[in-house]
Protein backbone atom coordinates (compact mmCIF):
# COMPACT_ATOMS: atom_id res chain seq x y z
CA UNK A 1 0.00 0.00 0.00
CA UNK A 2 1.88 2.93 -1.32
CA UNK A 3 0.87 5.89 0.64
CA UNK A 4 2.61 8.72 -1.23
CA UNK A 5 3.54 8.35 -4.91
CA UNK A 6 6.19 9.87 -6.91
CA UNK A 7 4.36 8.75 -10.15
CA UNK A 8 7.31 9.96 -12.30
CA UNK A 9 10.74 7.51 -12.10
CA UNK A 10 12.96 10.38 -13.87
CA UNK A 11 13.01 14.01 -15.38
CA UNK A 12 15.66 16.01 -17.43
CA UNK A 13 16.03 19.40 -17.12
CA UNK A 14 18.31 21.86 -18.80
CA UNK A 15 19.94 24.16 -16.51
CA UNK A 16 18.66 27.36 -15.51
CA UNK A 17 14.69 26.32 -16.56
CA UNK A 18 12.10 25.09 -13.63
CA UNK A 19 12.59 21.67 -12.39
CA UNK A 20 8.89 20.79 -10.99
CA UNK A 21 8.68 17.31 -9.19
CA UNK A 22 4.76 15.88 -8.07
CA UNK A 23 4.05 14.16 -5.60
CA UNK A 24 0.36 12.04 -4.67
CA UNK A 25 -0.39 11.01 -0.88
CA UNK A 26 -3.09 8.80 -0.19
CA UNK A 27 -3.61 8.94 3.33
CA UNK A 28 -5.75 12.00 5.27
CA UNK A 29 -4.14 11.95 8.53
CA UNK A 30 -0.64 13.21 6.81
CA UNK A 31 0.02 16.97 7.75
CA UNK A 32 3.58 17.30 7.55
CA UNK A 33 4.92 16.82 4.42
CA UNK A 34 8.46 16.65 3.16
CA UNK A 35 11.39 16.85 0.34
CA UNK A 36 14.53 15.28 1.00
CA UNK A 37 17.50 15.08 -1.44
CA UNK A 38 19.78 12.19 -1.75
CA UNK A 39 23.01 11.23 -3.53
CA UNK A 40 24.63 8.30 -4.31
CA UNK A 41 26.26 7.15 -1.53
CA UNK A 42 24.74 8.99 0.96
CA UNK A 43 21.83 9.34 2.86
CA UNK A 44 18.93 11.65 2.46
CA UNK A 45 19.59 15.13 3.78
CA UNK A 46 16.26 17.28 4.47
CA UNK A 47 15.76 20.23 1.90
CA UNK A 48 12.33 21.64 2.49
CA UNK A 49 9.09 21.01 4.70
CA UNK A 50 5.19 22.45 4.53
CA UNK A 51 2.47 22.06 7.10
CA UNK A 52 -1.16 21.06 6.15
CA UNK A 53 -2.26 24.64 7.06
CA UNK A 54 -0.03 26.21 4.56
CA UNK A 55 -0.03 25.77 0.60
CA UNK A 56 2.82 27.26 -0.28
CA UNK A 57 6.88 27.33 1.21
CA UNK A 58 9.24 28.55 -0.07
CA UNK A 59 13.03 28.57 0.47
CA UNK A 60 15.61 30.33 -1.90
CA UNK A 61 15.48 28.65 -5.47
CA UNK A 62 12.96 25.93 -4.04
CA UNK A 63 9.32 26.29 -3.38
CA UNK A 64 6.52 23.37 -2.30
CA UNK A 65 2.83 23.99 -2.72
CA UNK A 66 0.52 21.66 -0.72
CA UNK A 67 -2.87 21.08 -2.82
CA UNK A 68 -4.40 19.26 0.54
CA UNK A 69 -8.05 19.02 -1.71
CA UNK A 70 -6.15 16.89 -4.04
CA UNK A 71 -4.10 15.83 -2.25
CA UNK A 72 -1.26 16.63 -4.24
CA UNK A 73 2.12 18.18 -3.49
CA UNK A 74 5.28 19.69 -5.76
CA UNK A 75 8.24 20.80 -5.71
CA UNK A 76 9.26 23.78 -7.39
CA UNK A 77 13.11 24.84 -7.77
CA UNK A 78 13.85 27.73 -10.21
CA UNK A 79 16.48 27.92 -11.65
CA UNK A 80 17.81 24.12 -11.91
CA UNK A 81 21.95 23.95 -11.64
CA UNK A 82 23.66 21.08 -12.48
CA UNK A 83 24.25 20.16 -8.83
CA UNK A 84 20.45 19.86 -7.95
CA UNK A 85 20.93 16.44 -10.33
CA UNK A 86 19.94 13.83 -7.78
CA UNK A 87 17.17 11.76 -6.40
CA UNK A 88 14.34 13.99 -4.28
CA UNK A 89 12.43 11.69 -2.21
CA UNK A 90 8.62 12.92 -1.33
CA UNK A 91 7.81 12.18 2.39
CA UNK A 92 4.89 12.66 4.66
CA UNK A 93 4.12 12.12 8.32
CA UNK A 94 1.66 13.11 11.22
CA UNK A 95 2.29 15.46 14.07
CA UNK A 96 2.83 13.38 17.32
CA UNK A 97 3.74 9.73 15.06
CA UNK A 98 7.06 9.82 16.22
CA UNK A 99 9.12 12.07 13.96
CA UNK A 100 8.31 8.53 11.03
CA UNK A 101 7.91 9.67 7.81
CA UNK A 102 6.85 8.09 4.58
CA UNK A 103 8.34 8.14 1.75
CA UNK A 104 7.48 7.83 -1.46
CA UNK A 105 9.57 6.09 -4.59
CA UNK A 106 11.57 9.15 -5.45
CA UNK A 107 11.60 10.99 -8.70
CA UNK A 108 15.77 10.94 -10.25
CA UNK A 109 15.97 14.87 -11.82
CA UNK A 110 18.93 15.20 -14.20
CA UNK A 111 19.80 18.63 -15.00
CA UNK A 112 21.92 19.25 -18.01
CA UNK A 113 24.58 22.03 -18.44
CA UNK B 1 31.28 17.19 14.34
CA UNK B 2 30.70 13.65 13.10
CA UNK B 3 27.50 12.95 11.29
CA UNK B 4 25.40 9.88 11.68
CA UNK B 5 27.74 6.81 10.94
CA UNK B 6 26.72 3.44 10.08
CA UNK B 7 28.80 0.35 9.66
CA UNK B 8 29.68 -1.82 7.79
CA UNK B 9 29.23 0.24 4.31
CA UNK B 10 28.37 -3.25 2.36
CA UNK B 11 27.65 -6.75 3.61
CA UNK B 12 27.12 -10.10 2.11
CA UNK B 13 25.30 -13.39 3.59
CA UNK B 14 23.34 -16.21 2.48
CA UNK B 15 19.63 -16.78 3.09
CA UNK B 16 18.98 -18.00 6.59
CA UNK B 17 21.78 -16.55 8.25
CA UNK B 18 21.50 -13.71 11.06
CA UNK B 19 23.05 -10.07 10.53
CA UNK B 20 23.63 -7.05 12.52
CA UNK B 21 23.83 -3.59 11.47
CA UNK B 22 25.55 -0.69 13.49
CA UNK B 23 24.64 3.17 13.82
CA UNK B 24 26.16 5.80 15.41
CA UNK B 25 24.20 9.25 16.08
CA UNK B 26 25.15 12.56 15.47
CA UNK B 27 26.38 14.15 18.49
CA UNK B 28 24.02 15.49 20.97
CA UNK B 29 21.11 13.56 19.39
CA UNK B 30 19.07 10.91 21.49
CA UNK B 31 16.56 9.12 19.06
CA UNK B 32 17.73 6.65 16.24
CA UNK B 33 15.20 5.43 13.44
CA UNK B 34 15.98 2.48 11.10
CA UNK B 35 14.58 2.40 7.47
CA UNK B 36 15.36 0.31 4.97
CA UNK B 37 15.40 1.29 1.24
CA UNK B 38 14.60 -1.67 -1.46
CA UNK B 39 16.24 -1.15 -4.69
CA UNK B 40 13.96 1.27 -7.02
CA UNK B 41 11.90 2.55 -3.93
CA UNK B 42 11.57 5.04 -0.85
CA UNK B 43 13.01 4.38 2.81
CA UNK B 44 10.39 2.43 4.39
CA UNK B 45 10.55 2.90 8.52
CA UNK B 46 11.11 -0.20 10.14
CA UNK B 47 10.96 0.70 13.67
CA UNK B 48 12.36 3.69 16.48
CA UNK B 49 14.74 3.78 19.51
CA UNK B 50 14.62 5.92 22.22
CA UNK B 51 15.86 5.67 25.74
CA UNK B 52 17.10 2.00 24.88
CA UNK B 53 13.26 1.33 24.06
CA UNK B 54 11.43 0.50 21.22
CA UNK B 55 9.07 3.56 20.57
CA UNK B 56 7.26 2.64 17.23
CA UNK B 57 7.55 0.20 14.78
CA UNK B 58 6.47 -0.21 10.89
CA UNK B 59 5.50 -3.32 9.38
CA UNK B 60 8.31 -5.91 9.66
CA UNK B 61 8.34 -9.44 11.03
CA UNK B 62 9.96 -9.87 14.17
CA UNK B 63 12.66 -11.10 12.49
CA UNK B 64 13.98 -7.33 12.63
CA UNK B 65 15.24 -6.22 15.68
CA UNK B 66 17.18 -3.58 17.43
CA UNK B 67 18.65 -2.27 20.17
CA UNK B 68 20.07 0.93 21.78
CA UNK B 69 22.63 1.34 24.23
CA UNK B 70 22.95 4.06 26.76
CA UNK B 71 25.34 6.06 24.98
CA UNK B 72 22.32 6.37 22.43
CA UNK B 73 24.40 3.91 19.66
CA UNK B 74 22.20 1.55 17.91
CA UNK B 75 21.93 -2.06 16.48
CA UNK B 76 19.90 -3.39 13.67
CA UNK B 77 19.21 -7.24 13.61
CA UNK B 78 18.20 -9.57 10.98
CA UNK B 79 17.85 -13.05 11.90
CA UNK B 80 16.67 -15.93 9.10
CA UNK B 81 17.92 -13.81 5.82
CA UNK B 82 15.72 -13.94 3.25
CA UNK B 83 16.94 -12.70 -0.36
CA UNK B 84 14.35 -10.41 -0.37
CA UNK B 85 15.60 -7.85 3.06
CA UNK B 86 18.56 -7.15 0.38
CA UNK B 87 18.43 -3.86 0.58
CA UNK B 88 20.10 -0.34 1.65
CA UNK B 89 19.24 0.11 5.81
CA UNK B 90 19.36 3.62 6.57
CA UNK B 91 20.20 5.08 10.06
CA UNK B 92 18.61 8.22 11.27
CA UNK B 93 19.21 10.31 14.32
CA UNK B 94 17.45 13.07 15.80
CA UNK B 95 16.30 14.75 19.14
CA UNK B 96 13.40 13.40 20.61
CA UNK B 97 11.61 16.45 20.71
CA UNK B 98 12.61 17.53 17.57
CA UNK B 99 10.33 17.73 14.37
CA UNK B 100 10.68 15.63 11.55
CA UNK B 101 13.19 17.59 9.85
CA UNK B 102 15.40 17.28 12.40
CA UNK B 103 16.31 13.95 11.53
CA UNK B 104 19.41 13.41 10.00
CA UNK B 105 20.15 10.38 8.00
CA UNK B 106 23.58 8.25 7.82
CA UNK B 107 24.70 7.03 4.11
CA UNK B 108 23.52 3.52 5.20
CA UNK B 109 24.84 -0.30 5.21
CA UNK B 110 24.25 -2.19 1.64
CA UNK B 111 22.70 -5.69 2.13
CA UNK B 112 23.16 -8.17 -0.26
CA UNK B 113 21.24 -11.88 0.43
CA UNK B 114 22.85 -14.55 -1.54
Known amino acids: DQQVKQNSPSLSVQEGRISILNCDYT??????FLWYKKYPAEGPTFLIS?????DKNEDGRFTVFLNKSAKHLSLHIVPSQPGDSAVYFC????????????FGTGTKLQVIP | DAGVTQSPTHLIKTRGQQVTLRCSPK?????VSWYQQALGQGPQFIFQ???????QRGNFPDRFSGHQFPNYSSELNVNALLLGDSALYLC?????????????FGPGTRLLVL
Open chain 2, 92 to 104: ASSLVFGVQETQY
Open chain 1, 27 to 32: NSMFDY
Open chain 1, 50 to 54: ISSIK
Open chain 1, 91 to 102: AASQTGGYQKVT
Open chain 2, 27 to 31: SGHDT
Open chain 2, 49 to 55: YYEEEER
